[in-house]
């Protein structure tokens, strides 16, 4: 079974959304998950960004890398724009978007959910790269 993880350094915005996103837009077949270099914890705004789509990962919650079977991983993309990403041990198929993440951005409720949301349409854009 193809299986993708998301990595990113929290694991707390980006690649908890690409997971859930990719859960639900994927073909049959596909197997996701997500991971942090440096794992934080669940933004509240992740959550309510998937939520305008239906899509529930208030399950969700943070991981390291070492809690992943890595020995199944096929492909690995990483989303780190500004910060550095972690590095990939062994050989599988390395995809980089880099994304800025949003957790990192000031200003009011409604900016702050903006840039979820921007992040997540990306994703929406790219994540059928992986299956096309």
Known sequence: MPTVLFLC???SARSQMAEGLAR???PDGYRFWSAGSEPGTLHPLAVAALAELDIDISHHRAKSLSAIPF???GTVVTLCAEE???LVPGSVRRIHWPLADPAQVEGSDAERLAA???T???LRELL???WS
């Open 9 to 11: 350094v929290a694991n």
């Open 24 to 26: 639900m837009l994927a």
């Open 71 to 73: 020995e199944q991983v």
């Open 84 to 86: 550095v990403c972690p």
């Open 116 to 118: 979820f949301r921007a």
């Open 120 to 122: 997540r349409d990306r």
């Open 128 to 130: 059928p790269q992986l």
